[in-house]
Nanobody, 117 residues
């Protein structure tokens, strides 16, 4: 599966952005999907994940209640709605895909989110 993330940009603190990740290749609904981020000088960290059907989601504590992950299997797309953004959310955001009982093997190219104070 090939992944392409987009939707990043510059936003003021308290604002919102929606990231999208379009998938092509093998059957999208076969993959659980995740969003990760990497801030300057820091390691990549988990942000959110969603099951193949979309019925199960998981969030990092730092974004819980502010971010929402969703997917549209008909459109081969996963989304990350980010509200109440903070400067510490500034990072390159990556989408990733994994098959059941596997690690995240497939990664998009990343999209930069910058939150100004």
């Amino acid at each position: 599966v090939q992944l392409q993330a987009y939707g990043g940009g510059l936003v003021q603190a308290g604002g919102s952005l929606r990231l999208s990740c379009a998938a092509s290749g093998r059957t999208f609904s076969s993959y659980a999907m995740g969003w990760f981020r990497q801030a300057p000088g820091k390691e990549r960290e988990f942000v959110a994940s969603i099951s193949r059907s979309g019925g199960g989601t998981n969030y990092a504590d730092s974004v819980k209640g502010r971010f929402t992950i969703s997917r549209d299997n008909a459109k081969n797309t996963v989304y990350l709605q980010m509200d109440s953004l903070k400067p510490e959310d500034t990072a390159v955001y990556y989408c990733a895909a994994r098959l059941v009982s596997d690690t995240y093997r497939y990664w998009g190219q990343g999209t930069l989110v910058t939150v100004s104070s």
